[in-house]
């Protein structure tokens, strides 16, 4: 069940602490909390939701901040919810009334508000906003600006950029133990392209452990949080199975099989790279 709040939210000077003081009308959180507009979305959100039924939801602007302030912070859920309960511009910002040093919501309601709270719904947020902006400069330009001549353009003054969003981007970084598992997939490769020029030489394949190496780099690059000791663990354990796979290729090269005709390009790399 969703209800609307009547109660309009105050201005940051009126924003209740529990010392004397008021917030900043000039801090990047009070800003931002007028850029965006709530009410505009509110209703849009309400529909999620059932009129009548069920526990009343979290207001749409403490949903939505919650979530930009993770995102702009780039912290976790748990993080975020603690962050929010020792900053009162942060309070502010997801619209309450007052500085509470409970927090607003548990951290798991953060997984309820990014299914509720699409992308799509983002980006009419963030056009809404540049369009509201835009036409806030254009007033402020006709006002400063003198009565043109006719036949005369007004040159364009700069670039506005804004930053709203609150979609999580997935960014793959370099890493060692990434790229260490990079080379084992590689040395594989090379060990099955020159196992083939000798299949009818040699009695079998040399042993390569492909899969246990695999399951142990992703029972670490799943995790979110990584402690230096498991870090360090994988990483010998990827270099040992590097090394076990550059022994093996320096035996099939001399057992006669030939290095040249390896190209990253070929189809047997192609389709052994579709089959990981």
């Given at each position: 069940m969703y209800r609307k709040e009547e109660q309009p939210s105050p201005a940051p000077e009126n924003f209740e602490l529990p010392f004397e003081g008021k917030?900043?009308?000039s801090n990047r959180w009070v800003i931002m909390a007028e850029l965006i507009p709530w009410d505009d979305f509110e209703e849009e959100y309400a529909k999620l939701f059932s009129a009548e039924k069920g526990a009343p939801a979290k207001p749409f602007r403490m949903a939505l901040g919650i979530l930009i302030i993770k995102e702009k912070l780039g912290t976790s859920?748990?993080?975020t919810i603690e962050q929010i309960r020792e900053n009162p511009y942060l309070q502010y910002f997801i619209g309450l009334n007052c500085y509470q040093q409970e927090p607003?919501?548990?951290a798991s309601m953060l997984v309820h508000f990014r299914k509720r709270i699409d992308v799509d719904?983002?980006?009419?947020i963030n056009k809404e906003i540049v369009k509201k902006e835009k036409e806030k400069l254009d007033k402020e330009i006709k006002k400063k600006d003198l009565p043109q001549e006719k036949g005369k353009k007004?040159?364009?003054r700069g670039k506005l950029i804004l930053d709203a969003t609150c979609a999580?981007?997935?960014?793959?970084?370099?890493t060692d133990l990434g790229i260490l598992n990079q080379a084992r997939i590689e040395t594989e490769r090379i060990i099955d392209n020159l196992y083939k020029a000798l299949r009818g030489k040699l009695r079998k394949k040399p042993r390569i452990s492909r899969h246990i190496a695999r399951k142990e780099y992703l029972k670490v690059a799943k995790k979110g949080k990584v402690s230096y000791q498991e870090r360090r663990k994988a990483?010998?354990?990827q270099l040992k199975y590097v090394k076990n796979n550059l022994g093996h290729i320096e035996d099939l090269n001399q057992a006669g099989a030939s290095l040249k005709n390896l190209s990253k390009d070929s189809k047997s790399s192609r389709?052994?790279?579709k089959s990981l």
């Open positions: 917030l900043s009308p859920d748990r993080e607003p919501v548990e719904l983002v980006n009419k007004l040159k364009n999580p981007a997935d960014i793959k970084y370099p990483i010998e354990k389709n052994y790279q």
